[in-house]
């Protein structure tokens, strides 16, 4: 399973990098639109498109921002360490669907599997944490059993 661990880190790794390039793109071209948009005739219409558009890039310099920071996380959990208690960075499998704990992302589909990259701080991650197999956890009208921990 050691591989396999890697292997879903590593996925999880290329994710997160992808979104970072295509946030950093998409940041590049509202950059390249706003400086090459001229003034017109009408000077409120022109800041205020500018206006707009500066804050859509802000919004995605913040999103660049907070992927490198999961980034950044997400090399510091050792893919070396697993342990029979879940903590971060343990793939979690249960009787339902695998999870990855350390950063939130969501559904990851890899070649063989669907995984579940869930924070440490979302309530399902808080209710794993320090859980071992055979441990069950129930989150509103979802019961999740851990099978194992990797």
């Known amino acids: 399973m050691k591989h396999q661990r890697q292997s879903i880190i590593f996925k999880i ?30 000077a409120d219409k022109y800041e205020t498109s500018r206006e707009m558009v500066q804050q859509e890039i802000d919004h995605i310099e913040s999103q660049i921002f907070n992927q490198k920071l999961l980034l950044q996380e997400l090399k510091e959990i050792r893919m070396s360490k697993i342990s029979d208690s879940i903590q971060k960075g343990s793939i979690i499998e249960t009787e339902k669907s695998l999870f990855f704990l350390g950063i939130g992302l969501g559904k990851i589909v890899t070649d063989d599997s669907e995984i579940f990259a869930i924070s440490l701080a979302s309530p399902l991650g808080q209710l794993f944490i320090g859980k071992k197999a055979g441990d069950e956890v129930a989150l509103g009208n979802n019961s999740h059993k851990v099978v194992a921990v990797y």
């Open 13 to 42: 790794h290329d994710e997160l990098s992808q979104r970072l390039a295509l946030s950093i793109q998409q940041r590049d071209d509202l950059i390249l639109s706003r400086n090459e948009d001229t003034k017109s005739s009408a």
